[in-house]
């Protein structure tokens, strides 16, 4: 029995954000808009996206005991997550530097704060949330030692969705537990490197799939997603899903690319998008989609969010979704 649909582990930040007309180049100052404070990070994020999706979500993490604390748990509240999970204290909260273009595209500098401070403990004082969750998500806003220990700690039979934001190279460990694994072209190229990733998003699933994960999802932006999943045909010429390390025998692999398009919108704000594509595709895996279907779910989600100011503040409702 399930109490959540999706438990989140990763960040908590408060985003502050200017409006630029162009990102400075080194050395250079310009000026931007008024500052806005948003509630944000990755995990926060997902949490509240899910949640305005329909989904039970909880979330595991750690914020401080401040200002920029009590605004994200307030958010989260509003939003229905359940905050058992996130502690309080440590540091201060973590916070997010965003500007923000004409286009809609911004850039990102994070100060990890009381994110820093989730630690593996925290993940094992957390086993209930773990066994009662259907899928697990995570990010890299946290130490990647957390990362490792929520692995570990996954139950049997349980789900874990990742999107190494931002990027840096796996254990394989970790890779072998991801189905799927979340990259946009930047962070695929930096688990592969640069030399190895290939040309095309096809080249990047497939050679990201032959690093261990079970499924591959890479977001194209307004291009949509490129889901690639391995499959093995047996002697019969049956094809049958596999799982790490299951190749062997006289089975042949095979890996299966499916294009998902994308929702043509006027794009405000990209901040969150990608967050709320995790978080939406995360949880209609949980219901029995699959991963094609859950991916192009998920698409419709984040265009929606790009059609706003803001992360939270931007992720639709389930009706809303539909209404695209």
């Given at each position: 029995m399930?109490?959540?649909?999706?438990?989140?582990?990763g960040s908590a930040n408060a985003d502050l954000v200017i409006d630029v007309e162009r990102r400075p180049a080194a050395g250079e100052t310009v000026l931007g808009g008024d500052l806005a404070v948003h509630p944000g990070g990755k995990g926060a994020n997902q949490a509240v996206a899910a949640a305005r999706l329909g989904a039970a979500t909880a979330l595991l993490a750690r914020v401080g005991d401040d200002g920029h604390g009590r605004l994200l748990l307030d958010s989260l509240r509003t939003a229905g997550v359940d905050t058992a999970g996130v502690l309080v204290g440590g540091a201060p909260t973590g916070v997010a530097l965003i500007t923000v273009d004409p286009s809609g595209d911004n850039s990102i500098v994070?100060?990890?704060?009381?994110?820093?401070r989730l630690t593996p403990e925290d993940v094992?004082?957390?086993?209930g949330l773990l066994r009662t969750s259907r899928v697990v998500s995570t990010q890299l806003e946290i130490p990647l030692e957390t990362v490792v220990e929520v692995v570990r700690s996954l139950p049997e039979g349980g789900r874990l969705v990742l999107n190494p934001s931002p990027p840096r190279p796996l254990p394989a460990e970790v890779l072998a537990a991801c189905d799927p694994l979340i990259v946009n072209e930047h962070e695929a190229k930096v688990i592969l490197g640069d030399s190895a990733a290939g040309d095309t998003p096809e080249d990047w699933a497939r050679r990201l799939l032959a690093e261990g994960p079970r499924s591959v999802v890479v977001t194209l932006g307004a291009e949509g997603a490129l889901v690639a999943e391995t499959r093995t045909r047996t002697e019969s010429g049956a094809r049958v899903g596999v799982g790490v390390g299951a190749v062997g025998g006289g089975v042949d692999v095979e890996v299966e690319v499916t294009r998902v398009a994308s929702?043509?919108?006027?794009?405000?704000?990209?901040t969150g998008a990608g967050d709320a594509f995790t978080a939406a595709l995360a949880w209609r895996?949980?219901?029995g989609a699959t991963l094609a279907e859950a991916a192009g779910y998920a698409a419709r989600v984040?265009?929606?969010a790009v059609t706003r100011r803001g992360a939270q503040e931007s992720f639709p409702t389930g009706a809303e979704v539909e209404a695209l």
């Open positions: 399930y109490d959540y649909d999706l438990l989140v582990v994070v100060s990890p704060g009381a994110n820093g094992r004082a957390a086993d929702v043509r919108v006027d794009a405000v704000d990209t895996l949980g219901t984040g265009a929606a």
